[in-house]
């Protein structure tokens, strides 16, 4: 058994590689565990022959994910180690929304929703989970960060020594909730930073130490991933590439972000199972029932996507997970950060994003407890979690806007309105979307503040209705000579 006076980070994903990073740059020692091999070694592979196995491709873990969305939390946390310049080489900014209403078989949108009404240069970003990870990978490997890879946690024992298994020999071990067999690496470190995403062992291991409040909660909608190549003259083959396209179906939807070889990664929102008005996405079998699907929803896809049959024949169709635990620490052995504290649904593009800013805001708080590790980490984990759930809310709410809402034009109305008071009063009138995306005020301050201004918004709004109803009804009392009731009677 090895002691490390260091932090041990669990999982090399972007929360992961996030940490430490940031914390080898704080000063601290750093080991890094991934329980997979080293992907880049397979792209390496992969580049080398001539087709990648479909198979192969859709088991990733680094590829079958959504395209992500890198706006101010995210860029802040990146910054704040040096790579936001680099980073933002591989995005496409997308300047607003662009919505796709009409079921029509012209691949163009019909309405634009920029992002800020007010501040044209706060936009969302486009970026590839794979060349970001990458990137924070070759940074943390520059940054002396020790990373061993094929090296799975299995369990964490009472005296705070984790314990790790290898790929060859996870086979002969067997063990029950209660008790493990002894892992074939075993290290005790300083502190134990659990980012190894929704299915967290670290987290396992924790309800095993502490009495851990966990909650897992599959929402019945799920998604599938479809690729739009570029096309035949090799640019987008949509307009408008600098934006979010999305085809709004009321209970389902299709969103697409641009990738830097011009070609769209679409996702498909709808619910798993049929429902009474919707075919679910597992129940889509037969060629004829996803052409019929495709031909009623998205007939413009069609045309541009030549093989979307195929395609969605053979890309899985993925469930969708929320996780909130209670608490994220033990002491100030170990600590939950990312998905493994807080899985979210994607539909606020926070889920880098607020991950990212867990570990800015941890790097905050050791700044302020002077790296004191027995300070910063039970103060982070009680402050952040509040700040995290609240996300985990926010982020369900605006699925139903972006499949509902965004093609209505009282919602439309709405947002001008708002902008409006956004320009006349900057400082103090911030819309819920550009307070979550745009700035860091923590998001449970983020709800208090949107349900506020909701009121206000709503008043106002019936104020100007029933003034105009009374002007109305003035105006047409002068106009037909009728006797004016008592309450317009000056």
């Known amino acids: 058994m090895e002691e490390f006076d260091g932090i041990l ?145 299995m369990s964490i024992d009472k005296n705070g020594t984790a314990h790790f298994t290898t790929a060859t020999n996870s086979g002969s071990l067997s063990h029950t909730y209660n008790d493990y067999a002894p ?29 851990l409040d966990f909650e897992r909660l599959y929402i019945s909608h799920g998604y599938k991933e479809l690729h739009m190549p570029p096309a035949s003259d090799g640019d987008f083959a949509l307009e408008t590439p600098e934006a979010l396209h999305i085809w709004p ?35 889509l079998k037969k060629d004829n029932e996803i052409k019929q699907y495709f031909g009623e929803n998205f007939p413009d896809v069609t045309t541009v996507i030549p093989d979307f049959v195929e ?25 939950l950060l990312g998905d493994a504290a807080h899985a979210m649904v994607p539909f606020y593009g926070q889920g880098m994003n607020c991950g990212f800013e867990d570990v800015l805001e941890f790097d905050e708080t050791l700044k302020i407890c002077g790296n004191d590790l027995s300070k910063a980490v039970p103060r982070f984990a009680q402050v952040r979690r509040e700040r995290a759930n609240a996300c985990r809310k926010l982020s369900y709410g605006n699925y139903i806007e972006m499949r509902s809402h965004t093609g209505s034009k009282l919602f439309l109305m709405r947002k001008k309105f708002e902008g409006i008071l956004n320009w006349l009063f900057p400082k103090t009138w911030i ?34 209705f029933f003034s105009g109803s009374i002007g109305m009804l003035y105006g047409l009392v002068q106009f037909s000579g009728m006797k004016r009731p008592g309450f317009i009677n000056v």
Not at 330 to 335: A, N, S, T
């Open 9 to 153: 980070v669990v999982g090399a994903g972007l929360v992961g590689t996030m940490a430490a990073l940031t914390l080898a740059r704080r000063g601290f020692k750093v080991k890094m565990f991934e329980g997979r091999p080293d992907w880049r070694l397979e792209k390496e592979k992969r580049n080398s022959e001539e087709k990648e196995n479909a198979e192969d491709k859709v088991k990733s873990a680094v590829k079958r994910s959504i395209n992500l969305a890198l706006s101010r939390r995210g860029q802040e946390a990146l910054k704040n180690i040096g790579l936001l310049d680099e980073a933002m080489k591989n995005t496409i900014p997308m300047h607003c929304r662009a919505i796709h209403t009409k079921r029509i078989a012209h691949p163009q949108a019909d309405t634009f929703q920029p992002y800020d009404e007010v501040d044209p240069g706060n936009f969302i970003n486009s970026i590839s989970r794979e060349e970001l990870n990458e990137l924070l990978l070759k940074t943390c490997e520059k940054e002396k960060v020790q990373i061993i890879f094929n090296h799975k946690l």
């Open 311 to 335: 395609q969605f024949q053979r890309n899985p169709s993925c469930r969708l997970v929320s996780v909130s635990a209670k608490p994220w620490n033990l002491d100030d052995r170990i600590l």
């Open 183 to 211: 892992g074939s690496v075993q290290i005790k470190p300083r502190l134990l930073l659990g980012c190894d995403g929704a299915y967290s062992v670290t987290r396992e291991a924790l309800g095993r130490l502490t009495s």
């Open 431 to 464: 819309p819920l979307y550009k307070m979550v995306t745009f700035t860091r005020i923590p998001y449970d301050q983020v709800i208090e503040r949107s349900k506020a201004q909701d009121r206000i918004l709503n008043n106002l709004i019936f104020t100007a």
């Open 249 to 283: 179906r009321d209970e389902f939807m299709m969103i697409g972000l641009p990738n830097g070889d011009k070609s769209f990664t679409c996702t498909i929102f709808a619910p798993m199972e049929s429902t009474e008005d919707v075919p679910g996405l597992l129940d």
